[in-house]
């Protein structure tokens, strides 16, 4: 689905932020992403996402070059991709249903096609008793769990999360793991950014771990 290729990148005229990636996300498979803090974990899944374009070195992405994708296609592409934020970006003036069912909106669907849908995925997620309340009254957890649900709503062929458990208990945390590896079980390929080892010892799945720009491959 995707494959890196030798991939650099720099910021303007510094030095690599990260250096000869190459490895693959394939279909249905699951992986964490590893290493220290200011490792560049969030810098290549913002690679991952298309939302930055690589120094040096090739990404294929779903069978394309990303640098024979036309610049009119990226929105295309990208939503086939879920993402899930570090600091959620869920809208405070809309409900928890509301901001689920915005890549829909966004869309231009009409709400009878897709509103079954967001009810049964925040009932899924533990927020069906939560979907008419605003952001701002939502826990951490919850709030974490509605920027789950919206990153899945449009059913992506991946799904790339970005410290998802960084803000909740260990509790909270075991409960979204499970989330995501049911989605990983329904064909889903999920890539988790983290830095919790404890987390990562309860799913067998492979770990990219970045090191001071490079990458290490552990099945």
Known sequence: MIRFENVGLRYGMGP??????????????MQFLTGPSGA?????????????????GLIRIFGRETTRIDPRELPKLRRRIGVVFQDFRLLDHLTTYEN???????LGYEEATYRADVVELLKWVGLGERMHVLPPILSGGEKQRAAI??????????????????????????????????MNRLGTAVVI?????????QVDARRLVLMDGRLEIYE
């Open 149 to 182: 649900a919206r990153a899945l709503i449009t059913k992506p062929e991946i799904l790339l999360a970005d410290e998802p458990t960084g803000n909740v208990d260990p509790p909270l945390a075991r409960r979204l793991l499970r989330l995501f590896v049911e």
């Open 100 to 106: 689920v069912a915005l890549p829909y909106r966004v």
């Open 16 to 29: 690599e932020v990260l250096s000869d990636l190459t490895f693959e996300v394939e279909p249905h498979s």
């Open 193 to 201: 950014a983290t830095h919790d080892i404890a987390l990562m010892e």
């Open 40 to 56: 560049g974990k969030t810098t290549l899944l913002r690679l991952l996402f298309l939302a930055l374009k690589p120094t040096r």
